[in-house]
């Protein structure tokens, strides 16, 4: 059974960095897309970021283009999110998925999700 775990989050002042990741159990996910979303208290569910399988195509919300850095490590079955120069918008528990492909996960028709990790930037 594959499951997907993220951690990472925190509190930090604006400006700062933080490190999300994402490590997958159960069987491989290195045939799935991987991304993140994120939802802040009262909004919707949002794409933050996408990788493909083989980690060599990347994809970014607008809003955090230049910010955060999506990568993957297949041998360690992880993912993970670099995110620089946080604002306080970028508050919101963000989650770790899994998708057939890049476009799906884009569109919300995850495989599988993590259980969130919450990260607050203070202004």
């Known amino acids: 059974q594959r499951q997907l775990v993220d951690s990472g989050g925190g509190l930090v002042q604006a400006g700062g960095s933080l490190r999300l990741s994402c490590a997958a159990s159960?069987?491989?996910?290195?045939?799935?897309?991987m991304g993140w979303f994120r939802q802040a208290p009262g909004k919707e569910r949002e794409f933050v970021a996408a990788i493909n399988w083989s980690g060599d195509s990347t994809y970014y919300a607008d809003s955090v283009k230049g910010r955060f850095t999506i990568s993957r490590d297949t041998a360690k079955n992880t993912m993970y999110l670099q995110m620089n120069s946080l604002k306080p918008e970028d508050t919101a528990v963000y989650y770790c998925?899994?998708?057939?492909?890049?476009?799906?996960?884009?569109?919300?028709?995850?495989?599988?999700w993590g259980q969130g990790t919450q990260v607050t930037v203070s202004s």
């Open positions: 159960g069987r491989t996910f290195s045939n799935y897309a």
């Open positions: 998925n899994a998708a057939a492909n890049p476009p799906l996960l884009k569109a919300g028709r995850v495989d599988y």
